[in-house]
């Protein structure tokens, strides 16, 4: 199975950076996602880790330790757009190689 | 990338009705799937559509819930049986090209049962 954890609220301030953690547990890991989403809106693919190691995107990077069971998505400053829950997802291979979110975090930002 | 459209984008239903969801993508894919974010959660995997045999349901939902067509590689449909106010989610359609990359989803269809 599958087992994934994140906070569920942060609060940050523009322009600040603020990093988001997500711990996982799975019996198949085949690579780790960062998806943003906004309120009534679909989740908008942001990162991809496979390998251990930062990814860096513009303002956005993620770090994945597979030793740990952990990632991170780290956000540069921050915007008042970026107000949005981010989710984080594991795929499985185990089975079908399906992709399991974890709950995602809320991340307010205020001016 | 991929364009994914999905109908009704939102709907007000009875309990004890049936709705059936479409999705269509702008071009051919392997793999197509149906998730459900209940208010305040994260994604839960429904099943996944295939192409000319019967979908693959994850553990706790079942066929007769929720049938789910795929009759080629551009367009499905997840139908929501007989509804009680706990149906009440969003439902979303996604799509992964090539296959085992990122996820693209649709923007979800709001379902409130009443």
């Known amino acids: 199975g599958q087992n994934i954890d994140q906070p569920t609220e942060m609060t940050a301030t523009e322009g600040a950076i603020v990093q988001i953690n997500c711990t996982y547990q799975?019996?198949?890991?085949?690579?780790l996602f960062w998806y943003q989403q906004h309120a009534g809106e679909a989740p908008t693919f942001l990162s991809y880790?496979?390998?251990?190691g930062l990814e860096e995107k513009g303002r956005f990077s993620s770090f994945l330790s597979r030793s740990k069971g952990y990632s991170y998505l780290l956000l540069k400053e921050l915007q008042m757009k970026d107000s949005a829950s981010y989710l984080c997802?594991?795929?499985?291979?185990?089975?079908?190689?399906?992709?399991?979110f974890g709950t995602g975090t809320r991340l307010t930002v205020i001016p | 990338s991929a364009v994914i459209s999905q109908k009704p984008s939102r709907d007000i239903c009875q309990r004890g009705t049936s709705l059936t969801i479409q999705c269509q993508v702008d071009s051919q894919v392997t793999m197509m799937f149906w998730y459900r974010q209940q208010p305040g959660q994260s994604l839960t995997l429904i099943a996944t559509?295939?192409?000319?045999?019967?979908?693959?349901?994850e553990s706790g939902f079942v066929i007769d819930k929720f049938p789910i067509s795929r009759p080629n590689l551009t367009f499905s449909t997840l139908t929501v049986s007989n509804m009680s106010p706990e149906d009440s989610s969003i439902y979303l359609c996604?799509?992964?090209?090539?296959?085992?990359?990122?996820?693209?989803f649709g923007q979800g269809t709001r379902l409130t049962v009443v």
């Open positions: 996604s799509v992964e090209i090539p296959l085992n990359t990122e996820a693209f």
């Open positions: 559509a295939n192409q000319g045999s019967e979908a693959t349901y």
């Open positions: 799975t019996s198949g890991f085949n690579g």
């Open positions: 997802a594991v795929r499985d291979q185990t089975g079908a190689n399906n992709l399991f």
């Open positions: 880790n496979v390998l251990d």
